[in-house]
């Protein structure tokens, strides 16, 4: 694989990864003559990633993507000259960077110190300061009782936000707004069973995420190679990026690259990076972390530089020289596209992907490791593709942008395409009003946009015993949505209903034929959903406590025989990297519990029972962890 100034060649490199960052850093080997080894689960065993990889190898049973032993071996047993981690599973562990260079294989990442240094929020709070970037204002040590929330929160406000130092992607994030907030949390609870810490932050409510990714050599050279805008989040996590940042303020580009700079070189960072901040309508400029490894929005930068990221990564690790780097030209949006529904409060969605289409044309690149028939879980990210879209200008891309949703088509799983479809006609985002930088914000989708696309009163859908008796399968979801091709009066039309609503076998209309399933009866409520508390709460009939999703269960915090007063905890359940907490829907004393933590449970499953209940919903409140 051919570098420059290089002490090494790379020429077999192990992808520690899955799905389309795998892919990604697979395309890139290739086209440098390099020789890709890939692991994989028995999930993955048809996966593109498994198909496109030179060699593929299962993983030994019951491990996974996050097996540092079972990784490493295989590494060893393949003759694996350097170990790439894309993003997520082992990315950040410096355990397995330490491991991975211990065996003489090239560790594509900074190295463990530098990721000592910045992987976690307490470290990173610490280095900003040592560097002289300003983080946002909040304590750099632990957390752990409500008292040091209510003192900090009288001196600077609420809202404030606790935020594990483990945590990333907007996991382990909780949001605190009042003083009995701060006593009723379950958030110091969580952290102490999973021995996690905490520490306390302000929460900026109406800020600009703006971000630059950085490359940095072992000669000491430093790039920015773009800026990137990441302001549209829901629960902390990126929906949609664009570069370069657009309406930056005078003078901002080059505080940006100043303070990146000296982040890196306080740790001595070799690399790629990126560095993240909060730019205030007042002009503040708020470092939040550095990500010491390729970020899922990394394309946008690619695209309006023409820089393939991943090769500089495995230049830079194979001692090479960063090199020029090109100005940026043109403008580039990312739409991430993952299994959730914008009209339930971007609840998660699983199933069986019955049809996928991507979009094509000028200036379209899609990232996605999924094909038709591919079984969505809650095992993964909810992430199943990146459309990336660029343009001569900001305008000109979010153009081709509405075009290319238009062109997209998934069945099977409930997708986030229509909030892409109605950010992209919002004023704020395109309109004049744009032209100033403050008509979004990074809490402007939960609170403007969501409502907005929320499931109308009076919608139709089925109540707490009926969901518990149907089948949540992917041919029969409420949850789930199919497109069909119809002719309504000479006019060819699409019309969208729900999995299960229509019954009997047969063809479906331009998808070709699939039985159906009998449709489940269907009942009307007075509100949207109500009886199914979609946005993270647990089903309740007769005393049983039912999980509202398909989801793992990540912890059990009461014991049968135990009492229970409304509000306590009682399950931790994990979707899609969101934790649901379930809470008890009145006093009672836990007759059973019927799961057990690891355990993989399917909607309407049987959590637990609590003796002398009375039918309700209980009280949840759903958190990233």
């Given at each position: 694989?051919?570098t420059r100034?290089?002490t ?6 192990l ?5 389309e ?7 890139t080997v ?11 689960t ?9 198909e496109?990889?030179d060699e593929?190898y299962?993983l030994?049973e ?5 097996d540092?032993e079972?990784i490493l ?5 393949t ?10 599973f082992l990315?950040?562990?410096d355990?397995?960077?330490q ?7 090239a560790?594509?990442g900074p ?6 240094a910045?992987g ?6 610490a ?8 983080p ?6 632990p957390?752990?009782?409500p008292?040091?929330?209510?003192a ?15 945590g990333?992607?907007g996991?382990?994030?909780t949001?605190?707004a ?7 949390t379950?958030?110091?609870a969580?952290a102490?069973?999973g021995?996690?810490?905490l520490?306390?932050?302000k ?21 920015v190679?773009s ?14 990026e664009?570069a ?5 303020p005078?003078g901002?580009h ?5 303070a ?5 070189e306080t740790?001595d960072?070799?690399?790629v990076?990126?560095?993240e901040?909060?730019l205030?309508p ?5 470092f939040?972390?550095?990500n ?5 929005e990394?394309c946008?930068?690619e695209e309006?530089?023409g820089?393939?990221l991943?090769?500089?990564q495995l230049?830079?690790?194979?001692g090479g ?12 949006i ?14 998660p969605?699983?199933?069986t992907i019955t049809r996928l289409r991507w979009p094509?044309?000028?200036g ?5 490791g999924?094909?038709e028939?591919d079984?969505?879980?809650?095992l993964?990210?909810?992430?199943l593709?990146k459309i990336?879209?660029?343009?001569a200008?900001?305008e000109?891309?979010l ?6 949703l238009?062109?997209?088509v ?6 986030c ?6 950010v992209?006609a919002r004023p ?6 744009a032209a ?10 939960e ?23 149907a ?8 949850r ?5 091709v ?5 006019r ?5 209903l729900?999995?299960?609503?229509l019954?009997?076998?047969g063809?479906?209309?331009?998808i070709?034929s699939r ?7 269907l009942?009307?409520?007075s ?7 979609v946005?993270?709460g647990?089903?309740?009939l007769?005393g049983?406590i039912?999980a509202?999703?398909?989801a ?12 229970v007063?409304e509000g ?16 008890a829907?009145?006093?009672g ?19 637990l029972?609590?003796a ?14």
């Open positions: 694989m051919p100034a290089t090494r060649v790379l020429d077999r490199v992808i520690a990864n899955r799905g960052i795998a892919l990604r850093v697979i395309r290739r086209d440098l003559g390099g020789t890709s080894i890939l692991p994989y028995p999930e993955d065993l048809m996966s593109p990633a498994a496109l990889a593929a299962a030994p019951g491990s996974g993507y996050t540092v079972a071996a295989l590494a060893q047993q003759g694996a000259q350097a170990v790439h981690p894309g993003y997520g990315s950040e562990n355990a397995f960077a491991a991975v260079i211990d065996a003489g294989i560790w594509i190295s463990p110190n530098a990721m000592r910045l976690d929020k307490m470290s990173a709070r280095t900003a300061e040592k560097a002289d970037v300003a946002v204002p909040g304590i750099t040590s957390v752990t009782d008292a040091t929330v209510i900090f929160a009288a001196e600077h406000g609420y809202p404030v936000a606790l935020k594990r130092t483990d990333g992607g996991r382990g994030i949001v605190i009042s003083d009995d907030e701060a006593h009723s379950p958030a110091f969580s102490a069973a021995d996690g810490i520490i306390l932050e929460f900026v409510t109406a800020a600009r995420h703006v971000e630059t990714q950085c490359a940095r050599d072992a000669h000491g050279a430093f790039a190679v800026t990137r805008d990441c302001t549209l989040q829901r629960r902390n996590q990126k929906l949609l664009e370069p940042a657009p309406y930056l005078e901002l080059d505080r940006l690259v100043e990146s700079r000296r982040l890196l740790v960072y070799v690399g990076a990126t560095c901040f909060l205030t007042e002009g503040d400029l708020w939040l972390e550095v010491p490894r390729l970020q899922v990394h946008v930068s309006v530089t820089t393939d991943v090769e500089t230049r830079i690790a194979a020289d960063l090199g020029e780097v090109p100005e940026v030209r043109g403008h580039s990312e739409l991430r596209v993952t299994c959730e529904d914008p009209a339930a409060g971007m609840a969605s699983t199933g094509a044309g000028p379209i690149r899609i990232e996605s999924v094909v028939g079984v969505v879980t809650p993964f990210d909810p992430m593709a990336v879209v660029t343009g200008t900001r000109q891309a153009a081709r942008a509405r075009r290319a238009r062109e997209t998934v069945e099977g799983v409930t997708v395409t229509a909030l892409h479809e109605h992209l704020e985002l395109t309109g004049p009003d100033g930088g403050l008509g979004v914000t990074t809490r402007w989708i609170s403007s946009v969501l409502p907005e696309l929320a499931a109308p009163a009076g919608a139709t859908v089925p109540v707490v015993g009926e969901l518990l008796a089948d949540t399968s992917a041919d029969g979801s409420w789930t949505r199919s497109t069909y119809i002719e309504l009066n000479g060819r039309l699409s019309l969208t729900p999995d299960g609503i019954g009997g076998p063809a479906r209309p331009g070709g039985p159906h399933r009998a449709p489940q009866p009942r009307s409520r509100r949207a959903r109500s009886a199914l508390a946005d993270g647990a089903l309740a007769d049983v039912a509202p999703m398909q793992i269960v990540t912890r059990i915090c009461v014991e049968p025989g135990e009492r007063h306590d905890l009682l399950v931790v359940l994990e979707s899609m990297k969101m934790e649901n907490y379930v809470h829907p009145h006093d004393v836990v007759e059973a519990v019927d799961v057990s933590a690891g355990q993989t449970v399917s909607a309407g499953a049987e959590l029972r609590l002398g209940a009375s039918t309700g919903t209980p009280s949840t409140e759903a958190k990233e962890d």
